[in-house]
């Protein structure tokens, strides 16, 4: 008589192999983990960024008065000089990242970016997010006349250039 292996579950073989392959994807996501965190902390900082300046146009219509923003290592903040008023409910931090200086921001906006009584930007520049474990560096590109702002990928030798991605 035969007996029936179907009952018998698992052989020695397959456990390993089904083992040792759940211990490579294991490896694989480990060792990706840092770099996805570094990336998508990126991605957050460049997208509040972009967030902020809007904020601060909305805020300037609304009022129907013109209105300023300074950025630094926090966020979009009051400006320290009392040169024009603050937008007004605009206050946005640029999220986790900055403060343990895993996420690097440098940027040539002047000390205050103005908004007009209509919403339009009277400053421009250039802002860029980078992070040590991530090759990823974006730039966020804000251009006169009309403020247009533009999201890109950094590269040293071509500057802010279109990602397709986004």
């Known amino acids: 008589m035969v007996a029936d292996r179907g009952a018998a579950g698992f052989s020695l073989a397959e456990g390993l192999v ?3 392959l759940l211990l490579l994807l ?8 840092p770099a996805t965190l570094a990336s998508l902390r990126v991605e957050t900082v460049t997208r509040r960024l972009a ?9 300037a219509e609304r ?12 966020g979009w903040h009051a400006p320290a ?3 024009l008023p603050a937008c007004p ?40 997010v980078a992070a040590a474990a991530t090759p990823l560096e974006r730039c966020l590109v804000m ?13 040293e030798e071509a500057g802010c250039r279109p990602d397709p991605s986004l």
């Open 18 to 20: 089904t083992l040792a």
């Open 26 to 33: 294991a490896g694989i996501a480990l060792a990706q983990g």
């Open 51 to 59: 967030l902020g300046i809007e904020q601060g146009r909305l805020a």
């Open 63 to 74: 009022s129907g008065q013109p209105c300023a923003l300074q950025l630094d290592e926090r």
């Open 81 to 83: 000089t009392g040169e």
């Open 89 to 128: 409910g605009v206050e946005l931090s640029l999220g986790e990242g900055l403060a343990d200086s895993t996420v690097q921001l440098s940027s040539n906006f002047p000390p205050l970016v103005r908004f007009s009584s209509n919403g339009l930007v009277l400053d421009g520049g250039t802002v860029r």
């Open 143 to 155: 251009a006169l006349p009309l403020g247009v702002v533009r999201v890109g990928r950094w590269s």
